[in-house]
């Protein structure tokens, strides 16, 4: 595990900050991940919250802050080499353009790129998920590519639909509910990432990967119907960084 020079902050009563460098990029995303394993081993019974540079560690009850601030501290000093690191890699069915696409002519227009090509350059990376937030199930994935890079909308729709795929400055993802929201919309995903009714709620985790693919309308109605009738199954990887 590589070793950062981290802050820790109280956080309440019950929970401790604890700060990485404030940048973003896969090293420290990859820390941020393997001290996490490392904690739960230790601190079972505790929530644990990944962000870009910042992992929050939540206990159940107050604790005295300057005793789990040295414990923590010993725990990352454990530097246990991290030969590789493995992660799941989700493969996401999307449907450019189309009625639901809802700026996706006039954002290949503004890129001077045309639809295909759009599609072709979404579809490429291997997304990393740097944070899940904003709302249950959206994910925050960065390695998109420079032609693709937009500013969010000068006025944010008040709705748009469950499954709208994205772009947001260097960043896209999917609207996992119907809600408000300033990103450039140019695809929907009809697979669902979080589910109430599922015990995992969302599958996908920190650290993972994913990557679009193009489908087309028939097929898009297709999934749709196996994830209403519970039947759809994740295309997952195991991936190794």
Known sequence: MQS?????????????????????NEEILKD????????????????????????TVIFTNSVNYREIEENLRDIYKLNIERQVFEVSLW??????GDRLGLDMQQYASDKNLSEQDVVSLHTRPLYTVYA???????????????????????????????????IGGRQTG????????????????????????NPQRCPVNVGDKVQF???????????????????????KQVHYD
Do not use: M
């Not at 981290?6 to 973003?24: M, Q, V």
């Open 4 to 24: 950062f020079n981290l802050t820790y902050k109280p956080f309440g009563s019950k929970a401790i900050l604890i700060e990485w460098p404030a940048i973003i």
């Open 32 to 55: 941020i991940v393997s001290y996490k394993q490392h904690i739960q081993k230790y601190f079972s019974n505790t929530e644990l919250i990944v962000a870009y540079h910042t992992l």
């Open 91 to 96: 493969k996401l069915p999307v449907l450019y």
């Open 132 to 166: 899940i937030g904003f709302l249950p199930g959206f994910l925050y994935l960065g390695g998109l590519d420079k032609k693709l890079h937009q500013p969010r909308r000068s006025e944010p729709r008040l709705k748009i639909p469950e499954g709208s795929v994205g």
């Open 174 to 197: 999917i609207y996992p509910q119907a809600s408000p929201g300033g990103w450039n919309i140019i695809g929907n995903s009809p697979v669902r990432l979080f589910d109430v009714n």
């Open 213 to 235: 693919y193009a489908v087309n309308r028939y097929e898009y109605e297709l999934i749709a119907i196996q994830v209403q009738t519970g039947v759809y199954q994740f295309e």
